[in-house]
């Protein structure tokens, strides 16, 4: 989930409208005009109060229980929310394991009026969201789903970066039936190289998914040597 920084290619077929979308649809989360100073915004999400992490890591049995990331603030219903980490005792039906030396898996810790509840799955997280009716939803639901990331401005590209496709801000694309949502994911542990991949990402009203492609984008050759457990 976040733990990366609080730190299937399908047989689909895309469209010629979703590529054409893809390429020129202008999305309303921009500011600016041009790849130097385009930037995405979040409506920051709803976080549960701190003060009841150490309470509720006991009550659930987590080891990590921390703020949920920006780019997660486009979930409706907008429940107070927490990004959580659990030992790999309790990750048995998890959606999403820990790939680092630390076994254990991401969950979604959720606030719904006074009851507190975890999102261990993808299933759960669509019993909880679904329907997806705008873009933001779109992306930070297929963040979570995924466990990728936006990358939100110009200035993450830096230039010493080795690219192997074009710098893409991330987004979500509207089309009649579903939306089309432009993200990232990064190789962390292991030895390097530790390249981004960009992926593309097709998000249905009743929040099932479909990861449309994904590809190498860039790496920065200053962490090829790098060796993250």
Known sequence: MALYYSLYKDTFTVTMREIKTVLIGASL??????????????????QINPATYQTLMIRFKLNHLGPAPSYWGGLMPSYPIADAFSSHEECIESSWPNKGMMSGCSKILVKKDTLYSLINTREELQQTYAPI??????LSYASIYFEYFPIT????FEESFFYRREKIISRADSLEKYF????????VFGCGPHPYYYSLIKVFADGSVQELQKNEAFRDPKKDDWCID
């Open 180 to 187: 089309i949502v432009h993200l990232y994911d990064q190789k």
């Open 29 to 46: 989360y921009f500011t600016g005009c041009n790849i130097a100073d385009q930037e995405l915004h979040f409506k920051p999400p709803v």
């Open 133 to 138: 009716t705008s873009k933001s939803e779109a």
């Open 153 to 156: 401005t110009s200035s993450f």
